[in-house]
């Protein structure tokens, strides 16, 4: 089942033609980027963005059928004239005046209206007129349907509540027409302060020379001229300039065409939300950045695991694991005797004050420091300097981020890694099947050459003294004590060579287990406490950027 598109949705495709259009997909852009953003760049440079955004969405849910003109000009340029001429209206002969306030007025053409479009503006309902409501439309009305026309307060009105008024109603234009005075067509206050300042959107801007009748019309061309070649200057190329006299209606017939031919490509409104959506991201940019990234490589992960490994001291670890394991198992596979002997010597485990039969964590306690200043230190650096190579090619802001990221996180890694590495069990404690059987036959062996040599010695001390002892048994031709002493002396010292080998397998074997289960708990460690926040930061630098990249087409 199909989900019906919102409203919206269906203003945007109303005003710009079937498909979720490129103009909608960098409004929501703008909005990802302003949201990512928060709390990484400064609120008083995304506020306005998100401003833009809420005010564009407004607008396209209200009405995607109108497009909104704006008249602009200073005192005496014959704007409200040329508004009366437009509209076909003496305004003040339907009961409505210019205000003495800062409000605008607004005429709307079409049989919907625009009461709400313009309600949502702030114009109150005194100051609006709909040519609906006149009964003598003419066929140019037809043409002008969906047309809001409003007539902004003078620019260099001595009221502060004018200008302010103004500088508001031109965020809601969707074109802007500066009416200019043939005398102070050049009048730096109006170029300063409003047509410089909009030169990014030169699409969406239409000059008319109003008055052109008191110019005399070989003149008219070079004044025009003038115009333009000022714009040229001011950054505003290509802009359409017209003469027009509202009072004789000398052009008004060229800028109802130039308006009607906007209303129908719907162009105005679209490419003034566009370069309001550039204008916002190019400004964010300039802060935030858009550049791509390397972000955390593998072989960054590999090293950061690496220094916090040598950190709790892991290769010592493994080092004492296999040790252990040698110490061990030779007690239970060696030659009694050797046994013996060994237990002479110097038990290098049990100097560093570890249990030969202890667990992973009494060893982890002897061959690694205590958590101090050298070990953390060490975990810091780890962390500092993948946290730097993650914020490789952002911005400060971002970069800042990042960093502090890795500050809250580096002061629990220490304290984590040493509770994983205590919590492992390596089962140094359990003795395998085949140590046991292999003690077991060692002290056979042993059992037989003491055998063996005891009936032998019994048998010469006979013969020296003279007792009678019966003779031995014979098996194989050889007597029974020199079979079990060889046997046993051979047997054993035999079965301990093949142990000893066996043993060092095993003792490797345990030791790589040891290393590889370590690994994988650093890895575990540095993968929530350290890559995982910075990850989360990059992860939204990429949802920034994304939008931020639609946003500026």
């Not at 550039?278 to 960054?300: E, K, M, Q």
Request: hydrophobic share 45%; proline share 4%.
């Amino acid at each position: 089942m199909s989900e019906r598109p919102g409203p919206v949705a269906r203003a945007t495709s109303a005003l710009f033609g079937g498909e979720r259009n490129d103009v909608a997909a960098r409004l929501d852009g703008l909005g990802e980027a302003v949201e990512a953003a928060r709390g990484r760049l400064d609120d008083t440079l995304l506020d306005p963005a998100a401003a833009l955004a809420e005010r564009a969405s407004e607008r396209l849910r209200l009405s995607g059928e109108h497009t909104i003109v704006a008249l602009a000009g200073a005192t005496g340029s014959g704007k409200s004239s040329l508004f009366n001429c437009l509209t076909d209206l003496e305004l003040a002969g339907v009961g409505v005046r210019r205000p003495t306030t800062s409000w605008a007025l607004a005429c709307s053409w079409g049989p919907d209206g625009a009461q709400e479009l313009l309600e949502w503006m702030g114009i109150p309902a005194r100051h609006q007129v709909s040519r609906m409501s006149m009964l003598d439309r003419s066929s140019a009305d037809t043409k002008l349907d969906g047309l809001v026309l409003l007539d902004l307060p003078d620019h260099d009105s001595t009221e502060v509540s004018h200008h302010l008024e103004m500088d508001r109603l031109v965020q809601y234009a969707d074109l802007l027409i500066w009416v200019l005075d043939p005398q102070k067509y050049a009048d730096a206050a109006i170029h300063d302060r409003y047509i410089r300042p909009m030169a990014a959107y030169r699409d969406v801007t239409l000059v008319v020379l109003n008055q052109i009748d008191r110019i005399h019309f070989s003149e008219r061309e070079r004044a025009l001229g003038d115009v333009r070649a000022i714009l040229d200057r001011e950054g505003l190329p290509g802009v359409p300039v017209l003469g027009v006299s509202a009072h004789r209606g000398d052009g008004v017939d060229d800028l109802k065409r130039e308006l009607a031919r906007r209303i129908r490509a719907k162009a105005s409104a679209k490419e003034r939300l566009a370069q309001d959506i550039a204008a916002s991201a190019a400004g964010i940019v300039t802060v935030g950045g858009r550049s791509d990234i390397p972000g955390i490589t593998d072989i960054d992960r590999q090293a950061l695991d690496l220094a916090l490994l040598d950190s709790v001291g892991a290769p010592q670890l493994v080092e004492a694991v296999e040790a252990s394991t040698l110490r061990t198992a030779r007690r239970h596979t060696g030659w009694p005797p050797l046994r013996w002997v060994g237990r002479l010597r110097k038990d290098p485990l049990r100097e560093l004050g570890i249990d030969p039969d202890g667990s992973i964590a009494s060893l982890s306690r002897a061959v690694r420091p205590s958590v101090g200043h050298v070990q953390r230190a060490q975990a810091e650096s780890a962390v500092r300097e993948i946290s730097e190579k993650a914020a490789v090619g952002l911005e400060r802001p971002w970069r800042d981020a990042v960093r502090e990221a890795s500050v809250s996180t580096s002061a629990d890694v220490v304290r984590e890694l040493d509770e994983t590495v205590d919590r492992i069990d390596l089962g140094l404690s359990r003795t395998p099947f085949w140590w046991r059987a292999v003690d077991v036959l060692q002290w056979l062996a042993f059992a037989a050459l003491v055998v063996g040599v005891g009936w032998g010695a019994v048998e010469l001390l006979s013969g020296l003294v003279g007792w009678e002892v019966g003779d031995a048994p014979v098996v194989a031709g050889t007597s029974l004590p020199l079979l079990l002493l060889l046997g046993g002396l051979v047997g054993g010292v035999l079965l301990a060579a093949l142990s000893r080998a066996a043993v060092r397998t095993s003792a490797r074997r345990r030791a790589q287990q040891a290393d590889a289960t370590l690994r994988r708990a650093v890895a575990e460690v540095s993968e929530q406490k350290v890559v995982a926040p910075l990850q989360a930061e990059l992860d939204r630098y990429e949802r920034y950027r994304s939008g931020i990249l639609r946003a500026l087409g």
